[in-house]
């Protein structure tokens, strides 16, 4: 197990350097562009995976998207906030939003919870489309949203993010923070304890843990991070509009996860970036695709629903059985 | 408001509530049937919408056998998906909430390609409106009500004096127990998606005379029909026409009062703030 371990360890470590090492060898805006479409996927996955690993199939998560967007590109713009202070308030109205709507959704289980949710993106996003369009830009949604400010260490170094390399190295830090955050929660005894509400919550709750508790903390923590990308996210495109957040939103995130599988936080890596890469260099045929990736999703989820991931152990029983059998 | 105006709305509301009322009963006869969440069904909508509009336009068939052929393709339809996408998935919600976002990938796509993404819209065969003590209300918009009501009825006449339709209550009631009297579940559940489906199908096909075709039409509805399933109760078909009409009379009214950005949108939040209270909705039992 431990050897296990380690080899994971340099695997990751190697891809994290190869990605940083990228932009040295390449200035292509159009190949970083892509990647950062991926980085942006795989939070959003690996995010919605963490509250799906509760038990809670969370359409939401792309509201939170809008709501730290949305939050970050009104401060920047109409009160000309640092990019910096508009990110750190992005993360705590979507962590007290968070709050709010976890406190009052999380009672209700399977179902109801999902309509819950179904109900809340398509609210919000009614919402931002009735909004005078002086307020926050209605239908059309925000424009115009200001790149970050630079970073400046006087005497030493000035980090502008006018170069697409620069907000490259951002999100790609910012991804590398959490996943590392969010796979240290899952390993974590917090982490196991969610596990364990998942299986049997009204086991957990005799053994005496409370797990209303345990369930928004981690509601909540996920979806900090989802505010958080959306702040990055509008200041990356210096857009937003209400079309991009309704549930087919996250309805791609679940396509992700399922292709890449939920077993582990390989899963959401492996399944948003084959997919972007793959609808990226497919874009000619773009309108075609979903058919394709559809009828895959439904395969995945009747014979492999284990995932991309599962893949490896899956040969590996077919091998044994084939030679058990000769 | 004035009297005219209040009836006129009401008039609108139940146009629009009957259109919800088809398009969630298959939801709710589906959930409570098979246990499934068929969250395609607003893309089985814009599907009937299409073969409607490729019949009837296209095809130059007569308008009421186009009405009539609609459903059952889409019904025939709705058996196959049964068959190969959601009886694998029986009970499991989350699986078969996942496996009809594929096929919304499919459907919308397939559509996306073969018409563009273009809006349609359909000349019905009566046009004009009726004018009666200051209300006007269009022939379509007559239609829409007829034909929801003779598929309502019919619908209830068949769960309550054909033997499929009991065995239908029964299996939804308890499925082990049915099959101990003889039930075959495929066969019911093959009839539920036959019948859902159709009545997608011909809801589908009664939106594109009043409103417009186009691939993403479906998306609005099933959201909506959820709620109403949510509001009327899970799995109970009474409250899918309850909620459904509920929902269209909220919708007709609020847009009046306050606009059309708005008026859907407070329908919604209503709706939201009914199932905080009682999540169960209207008819749904504990």
């Known amino acids: 197990m431990h050897k296990l371990t380690s080899v994971r360890f340099l695997a990751s470590f190697s891809l994290v350097l190869i990605l940083t090492l990228m932009p040295l060898f390449t200035q292509d805006t159009y190949l970083l562009g892509v990647f950062v479409l991926i980085f942006f996927n795989i939070i959003l996955t690996a995010t919605f995976r963490q509250i799906w690993n509760i038990g809670y199939l969370n359409i939401a998560n792309i509201s ?11 401060l920047a713009i109409k009160l000309g906030l640092n990019f910096w202070a508009c990110l750190l308030f992005a993360g705590i109205v979507t962590g007290l939003l968070a709050l709010l709507i976890g406190y009052v959704t999380l009672r209700v289980k399977g179902f109801y919870f999902v309509m819950m949710t179904v109900a809340l993106v398509e609210s919000i996003r009614m919402t931002i489309m009735a909004s005078p369009r002086e307020w926050m830009g209605g239908a059309t949604g925000l424009t115009n949203i200001p790149v970050p400010d630079s970073i400046v260490i006087p005497g030493l170094v000035t980090i502008g993010f006018d170069s697409r390399a620069n907000f490259y190295y951002l999100v790609l830090g910012a991804m590398v923070i959490f996943l590392v955050a969010l796979y240290s929660i899952e390993s974590s005894r917090f982490g196991m304890t969610l596990r364990a509400i998942k299986q049997a919550d009204v086991l957990a709750e005799h053994v005496g843990i409370n797990t209303m508790r345990y369930k928004i903390v981690g509601f909540v923590f996920a979806l900090t991070i989802v505010g958080l990308t959306g702040s990055l996210y509008a200041h990356y495109y210096s857009f937003i509009a209400p ?17 890449g599988g939920w077993g582990s936080i390989a899963g959401p890596i492996i399944g948003a970036s084959l997919i972007t890469a793959l609808s990226e260099l497919l874009r ?9 990736l559809g009828v895959v999703l439904i395969f995945m989820l009747l014979f492999m629903p284990e995932g991309i991931i599962g893949l490896p152990t899956r040969i590996s029983r077919l091998a044994r059985r084939a030679l058990k059998s000769r | 408001m004035p009297l005219p105006l209040i009836v006129q709305t009401a008039l609108n509301g139940f146009t629009l509530g009957m259109l919800y009322v088809l398009v969630a009963s298959g939801i709710t006869l589906m959930f409570g ?7 395609a069904h607003g893309a089985i909508l814009m599907l009937g919408a299409f073969s409607f509009l490729i019949l009837y336009q296209f095809l130059g068939v007569n308008f009421f056998l186009s009405l009539l052929i609609c459903p059952v393709v889409i019904g025939a339809l709705g058996i196959i998906l049964g068959r190969i996408c959601f009886q694998p998935f029986r009970g499991e919600l989350d699986r078969s909430f996942i496996t009809s976002l594929g ?26 409106v009726v004018r009666l003590f200051g209300i006007a209300i269009s022939w379509e918009r007559i239609l829409v009500i007829v034909v929801g009501l003779v598929a309502m009825t019919g619908l209830f006449l068949f769960i309550k004096l054909n033997k499929w339709g009991q065995a239908m209550v029964a299996s939804a009631q308890d499925d082990v127990g049915g099959m101990l009297q003889g039930i075959d579940l495929n066969k019911v559940a093959a009839a539920c998606m036959f019948i859902g489906c159709g009545l997608a199908g011909v809801a589908g096909a009664l939106v594109g005379t009043i409103f417009s075709i186009e691939p993403f039409m479906g998306e609005a509805y099933v959201v909506k029909c959820f709620m109403i399933v949510a509001l009327g109760g899970l799995g109970s078909l009474p409250g899918a026409v309850v909620g459904g009409l509920i929902l269209g ?35 749904g039992h504990a």
Do not use: D
Request: net charge positive.
């Open chain 1, 64 to 74: 939170f998207l809008g709501f730290g967007a949305y939050t970050s590109g009104l």
């Open chain 1, 243 to 259: 079309a991009e957040l309704g549930f087919m939103g996250t309805s791609w995130s679940i396509i992700y996860g399922v292709i």
């Open chain 1, 284 to 292: 000619p045929f773009k309108q075609y695709l979903p058919i394709p």
């Open chain 2, 33 to 39: 049937i098979m246990h499934i969440v068929n969250f």
């Open chain 2, 103 to 128: 096929l919304i990938l499919i459907f919308q796509a397939s559509m996306l390609v073969c018409f563009g993404n273009f809006a349609f819209a359909l000349r019905g065969p009566v046009q004009g």
């Open chain 2, 249 to 283: 009379f909220l919708e007709a009214f609020a847009t009046v009062l306050t606009g059309a950005a708005i008026g859907p949108l407070i329908a919604f939040v209503i709706v939201i703030f009914f199932l905080l209270f009682r999540p169960r909705g209207l008819l």
